[in-house]
């Protein structure tokens, strides 16, 4: 087997010898700066190991290929396309989970205890005692989807002695929703739940209440979320745009959340932690052990 990858993916020695094991592997050491360099990248060979950039917009000139991916997100594949061109691909459902459940607890912190205003201030009114800020502690969140990182941020807010509710497919959301401090986006992104968090949602959930997401926001309305915070029907947001490109800082929709006074805003960076990269590297060469035992595994299509 003749295996490429495309991506500068720090992998450890370990994972560079369990590869080796595999085929004749070539290694590249930088990001490809074009999806056209990207594409030469992946010439001849059989089995792909390849990040996003590049990937996305030239999957579709390969053919009888497979592609394994150290990471979850894959909905800008086409698969009546990836089967038409004989492409297999798997990716690495869950190696991101220890990452973005942090950040979403950390936000959860953030929001409620007030941390970002209180933090470096040196003006605060000597005569007049701070606000008073909400802990945690008996606190209900609403972890909307239990997957890997729902289930996760359930087990962590479990530890902080919150009330934790799930809501999954086939319940009443607004039902659900009634009475929660705080309600947790992991839903992933599928016919089903593109646009479900709609202006009803926004519009139905408590004063107090406190809206974070680290899904695609194709999911919920964000007109509806700047309506709901602009009216203060609910508290405040933390959001991790996982529509935009990992790092685009200049991304429209980024720029509008950084303006919002009351929203915490991060550009598409919840999963980036040197867990998630191990764990996803894992994944990635699992798949291809598997693939070349017959018996492929996390295959997407």
Same mark, same amino acid.
């Given at each position: *087997?003749?295996i490429s990858?495309?991506?500068?993916?720090?992998? #450890?020695?370990?994972?560079?010898?369990?590869?080796?094991? &595999?085929g004749?592997?070539?290694?590249?050491?930088?990001?490809? @700066?074009?999806p056209?360099?990207?594409?030469?990248?992946?010439?001849?060979?059989?089995?792909?190991?390849?990040?996003? /950039?590049?990937?996305?917009?030239? !999957?579709?000139?390969?053919?009888?290929?497979?592609?394994?991916?150290?990471?979850?997100?894959?909905? !800008?594949?086409?698969?009546?396309? +990836? /089967?038409?061109?004989?492409?297999?691909?798997?990716?690495?459902?869950?190696?991101?989970?220890?990452?973005?459940?942090?950040?979403?607890?950390? =936000? *959860?912190?953030?929001? +409620?205890? @007030?941390?970002?205003?209180?933090?470096?201030?040196?003006? +605060?009114?000597?005569?007049?005692?701070?606000?008073?800020?909400?802990?945690?502690?008996?606190?209900?969140?609403?972890?909307?989807?239990?997957?890997?990182?729902?289930?996760?941020?359930?087990?962590?807010?479990? #530890?902080?002695? =919150?009330?934790?509710?799930?809501?999954?497919?086939g319940?009443? &959301?607004?039902?659900?929703?009634?009475?929660?401090?705080?309600i947790?986006?992991?839903?992933?992104?599928?016919?089903?739940?593109?646009?479900? &968090?709609?202006?009803?949602?926004f519009? /139905?959930?408590?004063?107090?209440?406190?809206?974070?997401?680290?899904s695609?926001?194709?999911? %919920?309305?964000?007109?509806? =979320?700047?309506?709901?915070?602009?009216?203060?029907?609910?508290?405040?947001?933390?959001?991790?745009?996982?529509? =935009?490109?990992?790092?685009?800082?200049?991304?429209? !929709? %980024?720029?509008?959340?950084?303006?919002?006074?009351?929203?915490?805003?991060?550009?598409?960076?919840?999963?980036?932690?040197?867990? /998630?990269?191990?764990?996803?590297?894992?994944? *990635?060469?699992?798949?291809?052990?598997? %693939? +070349?035992?017959?018996?492929?595994?996390?295959?997407?299509?």
């Open positions: *087997m003749i990858v495309t991506h500068d993916l720090e992998l #450890s020695e370990d994972d560079k010898n369990r590869l080796k094991s &595999l004749e592997v070539t290694i590249y050491d930088s990001r490809p @700066k074009s056209k360099e990207w594409l030469e990248r992946c010439k001849g060979a059989d089995i792909i190991c390849s990040d996003i /950039s590049g990937l996305r917009e030239k !999957y579709q000139e390969l053919k009888n290929v497979f592609i394994t991916l150290p990471l979850v997100n894959v909905a !800008y594949l086409d698969k009546d396309i +990836l /089967s038409r061109n004989n492409i297999k691909v798997s990716n690495s459902p869950g190696c991101n989970k220890d990452a973005v459940s942090e950040w979403i607890v950390g =936000m *959860m912190i953030n929001l +409620l205890r @007030k941390l970002p205003f209180y933090i470096k201030n040196n003006n +605060l009114p000597k005569d007049k005692a701070p606000e008073q800020a909400i802990g945690l502690t008996d606190k209900t969140v609403l972890i909307l989807g239990k997957g890997n990182i729902g289930a996760r941020v359930g087990d962590i807010c479990k #530890s902080l002695k =919150m009330n934790v509710i799930f809501f999954e497919r319940d009443d &959301l607004i039902k659900k929703i009634k009475g929660k401090s705080v947790v986006n992991c839903l992933s992104t599928n016919t089903t739940t593109v646009g479900i &968090l709609d202006d009803k949602f519009n /139905s959930l408590d004063r107090s209440t406190y809206f974070i997401s680290v695609s926001n194709e999911i %919920y309305d964000s007109a509806a =979320m700047f309506n709901a915070l602009d009216n203060g029907i609910i508290a405040g947001a933390a959001i991790d745009d996982g529509t =935009m490109n990992v790092g685009d800082t200049n991304d429209s !929709y %980024y720029q509008k959340l950084l303006k919002h006074t009351k929203i915490l805003a991060t550009p598409h960076i919840a999963y980036n932690s040197d867990v /998630s990269n191990r764990e996803g590297n894992r994944i *990635m060469i699992d798949n291809i052990e598997a %693939y +070349l035992a017959n018996r492929p595994i996390n295959l997407i299509n």
